[in-house]
């Protein structure tokens, strides 16, 4: 008896982690392009390779390779998402750019890349992209 109510506790805590996974990683906009991913390569601060294909952080724009910052930025990626499953919210106004890239936003280990690289100042805001943006009204954008 007592291992059946452990195994109950267990279960709820089990379903109470997942939802809080859900909590975190919301999918905005069509469900259908939202998927989760294994992170092969990082590119640089706001490219990521794939196995879906090469994701660009929407509205994000970190330094160029020879620019300041870019290992920074670079490392910052790798740390949290390098060899990891992570969850992908395209962004349903751009989907892809001209290069085929994804345009989205991601969560690694549950925390918003796009968000935590402009916070950390590892990254900067592309305004020029606030009007054909689905995210472009969540606080860290700066965009309204
Ligand atoms: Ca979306």
Redesign the pocket.
Known sequence: MKKKILLFISLIFLLILQLSKFYHQP????RN??FTTYVVKVIDGDTLETKNGIIRLSLVNAPEKNEEGFELAKEFVEKFCLKKEIFV????FQVKDIYGRWVAKVYCNGINLNEELVKNGLAKVNKIFCENS?FAKESWTGCY
């Open positions: 999918c905005q906009g069509n392009l939202c919210d395209v962004d349903d689905e």
